[in-house]
């Protein structure tokens, strides 16, 4: 039933796609079709419109939140909680990642407004040649610069799991427990944890943003908190062609976050509490795409409260970027796949508005159907973007094909 279950995402989007084709040789498909295209059509102009609306207003937004004094905002504000009560803990997962590249995100670590309560976690994988002797040259050359900094060395082949982000994050913030809140008795109400990768940018704001938006939140062990990520690091290394896609990224993650009707999801880099986290289980050993995963299984688990807010706080990653340009079009394609792999949450998501749980079922719906939509979309758009009037009103001039003549007959002559 599982298998058959993940054939679902593929067979909505093969449909979907190949409907341009075979749909309109029949009056009745061919109805539903020229329906279904005006339809689309006028979503994708309303959402394009809306984005550009959106990303105008998040630089705005990020522009104003990098230069305001976070620490004086709150204490001029009255609130009861010092300050400097909060710890935030980066877990930074990695395997065979580049020393140098870890040092520069510890360094833009170090440079944080407020790096005296940060907690930084490198997240090791045991299978990795000498990976013990790298740890200890980088927490070496950063102790004394944080709160703490501590690596951890996620063992290989535990059964049930899967090579990757989620189990190597579980593996660490278990660690970090045993370590933190067992033996040295702290208390895991203050603490954040900020889930990352290992070339994050991290601007010099952020955990004071953060600290603020833990104090001062309303349900803050309840909440996702998510920066506007960009993918400019290293985004005029990269083939020409791929500045497009990298540099598009940016702006519909920001867009996202102020557009009212987007279901908003966790990407990549996030911070939620850690009583949140550890409520929860932690994150799923056997699954891939660890981010969106964990939002829905703490919704799922916990409830309608958890929610995502915005932190409009730049933050940069990594074009992928190999040895030639015919290996980085490779590797591109290989990381759209491993993201591809979030497709496999979609009998997940379903299961769960099938099973009465904590959450409503609205909640349960919105969050099934969001991913359902995203991840179906993500193949087929493209096909109904660009040849969703050509086929159709070709094989109708043409070929003698069905499609109802108030679709085809002046706006489409071709």
């Known amino acids: 039933v599982e298998r058959l ?12 796609a190949s409907s341009i084709f075979w749909a309109p040789w029949h009056p009745w498909t061919a109805t539903l079709l020229a329906a279904g295209l005006t339809v689309f059509f006028g979503y994708w102009v309303l959402r394009s419109y809306a984005v550009t609306i959106a990303a105008w207003i998040a630089i ?14 709150y204490r001029g504000e009255g609130h009861d909680a010092p ?4 710890r935030h803990m980066v877990i930074i997962p990695n395997y065979k990642e580049p020393e140098q590249g870890l040092e520069r995100t510890l360094g833009t670590l170090a440079a944080q407004q407020n790096a005296g309560q940060l907690v930084v976690v490198l997240a090791m994988e045991d299978r990795e040649a000498e990976v013990h002797d790298k740890a200890r040259r980088l927490v ?5 610069q944080f709160a703490d900094l501590f690596a951890t060395f996620h063992p290989a082949g535990i059964s049930g799991e899967v090579p990757g982000k989620g189990s190597n994050e579980a593996w660490a913030a278990r660690q970090a427990y045993l370590r933190l809140i067992e033996t040295a008795g702290d208390d895991i109400d203050r603490y954040t944890v900020t889930s990352c990768d290992a070339d994050a940018v991290f601007h010099p704001a952020h955990f004071a943003a953060t600290n603020y938006r833990f104090l001062t939140a309303k349900d803050r062990y309840r909440t996702f908190w998510q920066p506007a990520i960009f993918n400019t690091n290293n985004i005029w290394e990269v083939p020409a062609p791929l500045r497009i896609p990298e540099g598009l990224s940016g702006v ?16 990549s880099c996030y911070t939620l509490s850690w009583r949140m986290l550890h409520e929860v ?3 799923d050993e056997e699954v891939i795409p660890e981010d969106w995963h964990i939002y829905m299984k703490c919704t799922f688990s916990l409830g309608d409260r958890v929610n ?5 706080i730049p933050l940069g990653n990594d074009c992928v970027l190999s040895e030639s340009t015919t290996r980085t079009f490779r590797a591109h394609y290989t990381q759209a796949k491993r993201h591809a792999w979030g497709a496999s949450d979609i009998p997940y998501a379903w299961r769960a508005v099938v099973n009465p749980g904590p959450a409503s079922l609205g909640r349960r719906l919105l969050l099934a159907s969001a991913l359902t939509k995203v991840h179906t979309f993500w193949v087929a758009q493209w096909y109904i973007v660009t040849l969703g009037v050509l086929v159709p009103a070709k094989m109708t001039g043409s070929f003698g094909a069905a499609m109802p003549e108030w679709w085809s007959h002046k706006a489409f002559h071709i």
Do not use: E
């Open 83 to 86: 300050w400097d009560w909060p």
């Open 140 to 144: 070496a050359k950063f102790q004394g």
């Open 281 to 283: 289980d932690y994150w």
């Open 308 to 312: 995502v807010q915005p932190l409009w």
């Open 252 to 267: 519909n993650r920001a867009s996202n976050l102020v557009l009212p009707f987007s279901v908003k999801f966790p990407t």
């Open 5 to 16: 279950l993940r054939v679902v995402p593929f067979a909505i989007s093969a449909f979907l």
């Open 60 to 73: 705005r937004r990020l522009n104003r939140w990098v230069k305001v004094d976070w620490a004086a905002k």
